[in-house]
C-alpha cells in the first residue's frame, strides 16, 4: 500500500510540475485598463475568445489565426483580436489542435467560447463559436468577468521559435477535422456578428 501511495505521490508531482511548465509566463499580460478593448476598429472585425471553464484552467489555450500567434490565454482571460473581414481559419492548441472556420463581417462584434477537455497528457482545447445561442447580456457578462490580455515582445519571441512545431501540429490534426462529423459544429457565421 505504501509503495503505491508513492507512486500516486510522485505521479501526481510530475503531473502538477509539467502544467506549471507549459504556462505562458511573459507571453502575455493584462491589458492596460484604459486600452480595454469595447468595439472593433473601423473596417475590422472583433473576435473575443473567452476561457469560462475552470477545467484545465492553468494551462494555457494557445490561439491562432491560420498560422498567426494571437496569444494564449487561461481561466478568466479574454484576447480580443481584431482581425479583417473575409474568411479565417483560426486554430487552438494545446495537446492537440482544433479549428474553428469564420466568415467575418466588417464593423462586427463575435463571441467564441475556449473549453478545455482531458487529453492523454494535458488539457486539449476545443471552440465552441457562439451564434446568437447565448443572449447579448450572457456574452457581456462572459467578458466582462474575466480579465482581457495582450501579447508581448516575448510571446512574439516564442511563436516564432514554436513556428515550426505548430505547423506540423496543424499538418497533422486539419485533415482529421476536416473528416469530423463536428466540423458544421464548429463554424463562426458571419451572420452572427452584432
Known amino acids: 500500500m505504501t509503495k503505491m501511495l508513492r507512486i500516486v505521490f510522485l505521479l501526481l ?28 476598429q ?13 477545467y484545465g484552467g492553468i494551462v494555457p489555450a494557445d490561439l491562432y489565426d491560420g498560422e498567426t500567434y494571437i496569444g494564449s490565454i487561461t ?18 492548441i494545446g495537446e492537440t489542435a482544433e479549428f474553428m472556420p469564420s466568415a467575418l463581417l466588417a464593423n462586427k462584434t463575435y463571441y467564441a467560447n475556449v473549453g478545455a477537455h482531458m487529453g492523454m497528457w494535458k488539457a486539449r482545447f476545443h471552440f465552441s463559436p457562439q451564434n446568437g445561442n447565448l443572449p447579448q447580456g450572457e456574452l457581456n457578462s462572459a467578458v466582462n468577468s474575466s480579465r ?36 458544421a459544429k464548429k463554424v463562426l457565421d458571419a451572420a452572427s456578428g452584432r
Not at 473601423?42 to 475552470?54: E, N, W
Not at 495582450?150 to 506540423?168: I, M, Q, S
Open 13 to 40: 508531482l510530475v503531473g502538477l510540475t509539467a502544467a506549471c511548465v507549459s504556462i505562458p509566463k511573459g507571453r502575455m499580460q493584462a491589458a492596460p485598463e484604459n486600452a480595454v478593448t469595447k468595439a472593433p
Open 148 to 183: 482581457q490580455v495582450v501579447l508581448t515582445e516575448e510571446g512574439r519571441r516564442w511563436a516564432a521559435e514554436n513556428a515550426d512545431d505548430v505547423r506540423k501540429l496543424k499538418a497533422e490534426h486539419l485533415p482529421k477535422w476536416e473528416q469530423s462529423d463536428q466540423r
Open 42 to 54: 473601423p473596417g475590422k472585425a472583433l473576435i473575443y475568445f473567452v476561457r469560462t471553464s475552470q
Open 75 to 92: 481561466f478568466g482571460e479574454y484576447i480580443a483580436y481584431q482581425a479583417n473581414p473575409g474568411q479565417h481559419l483560426f486554430m487552438v
